[in-house]
Nanobody
Framework: QVQLVESGGGLVQVGESMRLHCAAS??????MAWYRQAPGKQREFVAR???????SVANDLRGRFTIARDYDKNTVHLQMNNLKPEDTAVYYC?????????WGQGTQVTVSS
């Protein structure tokens, strides 16, 4: 059974940076991604990384967000720079494409102005 545990969220000020972590267990290396859901909005794609490390970031987040993975630790990271209030959301990791039974609790990111 796949288990994905997100961590690293919290409260930051506008313009600051934050790094999120996703620890995966019960699965071999897969294409992984980060998603987020802001209050009152649908969950949306943030960034993904392939098995071989090829990355893709949502168009409106390019230049601020990057995704990386640690193969040894089977973790996926999301580096977020120059954070804005509109980045406030619960951030989730999942496979890419996502599997419904993999959604975890997510980690809350709040950007305060």
């Amino acid at each position: 059974q796949v288990q994905l545990v997100e961590s690293g969220g919290g409260l930051v000020q506008v313009g600051e940076s934050m790094r999120l972590h996703c620890a995966a267990s019960g699965t071999n290396i897969r294409a992984m991604a980060w998603y987020r859901q802001a209050p009152g909005k649908q969950r949306e794609f943030v960034a993904r990384i392939s098995i071989t490390g090829v990355t893709s970031v949502a168009n409106d987040l390019r230049g601020r967000f990057t995704i990386a993975r640690d193969y040894d630790k089977n973790t996926v990271h999301l580096q977020m720079n120059n954070l804005k209030p509109e980045d406030t959301a619960v951030y989730y990791c999942n496979t890419y494409p996502p599997q419904s039974n993999n959604w975890g609790q997510g980690t809350q990111v709040t950007v305060s102005s």
